[in-house]
């Protein structure tokens, strides 16, 4: 309910709207400059609302829609964009400072697979007890593993040692898709300058929770 109030006493509707002139657009409409009079009373003939959705425009974009309908809309457009929004997790990967070269290589194409699926790679070094002495090992092998990934990430941050562990992370090269458009910036795209002529138009185009990928243990 809160949502639906935030979204209502964001656009201005019919009385609200205190311009002299408006751009009207709206379904089965011809986009055309009217008076704010003539597009209430044109709102009115049509037993719908007269939405402003483009206050900045020169003269405001106003949708001829009934209010509840346009909010009901926008909410959904909303979850679509929120639904195909890419999410960057987090792996971790564990290693000991005399990890042997099979669990190593059993590690790397678990941290291909992630980088190529987009998410990041968290890898880090756990030195239990005296290991702390073997730091600079640590430091060799993550350094080979950011190497060994070259093809697949990019290293984010360099080793850095933190108490008991030697962490760096390594971001995917793969592109993200870009946030979609804009129920708002769709619909201007549609609008047709003055004079109005009929034209064919165009559509418009955590730190990770999961199970971390372990091979021996190195905890207390």
């Known amino acids: 309910m809160k949502k639906d109030n935030k979204l209502k006493v964001t656009y201005r509707v019919n009385g609200q709207i205190r311009v002299p002139e408006v751009r009207i657009v709206g379904d089965n409409i011809e986009s055309q400059v009217l008076s704010i009079g ?17 206050p900045n425009a020169e003269p405001p974009v106003c949708r001829l829609i009934e209010f509840s309908k346009f909010i009901y809309l926008q909410k959904k457009h909303a979850k679509e ?7 960057i997790e987090v792996k971790e990967i564990r290693f000991g400072p005399q990890t042997d070269d099979h669990d190593y290589d059993f590690k790397l194409k ?5 980088l190529s699926d987009g998410d ?13 002495l073997f730091k ?3 430091e060799v092998l993550l350094l080979r593993f950011a190497q060994d990934l070259e093809e697949y990430g990019k290293v984010e941050s360099m080793p850095t ?3 008991k562990r030697m962490t760096m992370f390594i971001a995917p090269k793969k592109v993200i898709a870009k946030p979609m458009k804009t129920a ?7 609008i047709v300058e003055a004079p109005v002529k009929k034209q ?19 905890d207390d």
């Open 200 to 218: 064919p138009q165009q559509k418009a185009r955590k730190e990770y929770t999961g199970p971390k990928v372990e091979g021996e243990d190195f």
């Open 81 to 87: 964009v929120k639904a195909k929004q890419v999410k």
């Open 184 to 190: 708002e910036e769709l619909e201007n795209e549609k």
């Open 136 to 138: 600079e090992q640590g």
């Open 38 to 54: 003539r597009a209430r009373q044109m709102a009115e003939e049509m037993g719908v609302d007269l939405v402003e959705i483009s």
């Open 110 to 114: 678990h941290a291909k697979g992630f």
């Open 120 to 132: 990041k790679v968290k890898a880090y070094v756990f030195f239990k007890g005296r290991s702390i």
């Open 161 to 163: 040692l933190e108490g």
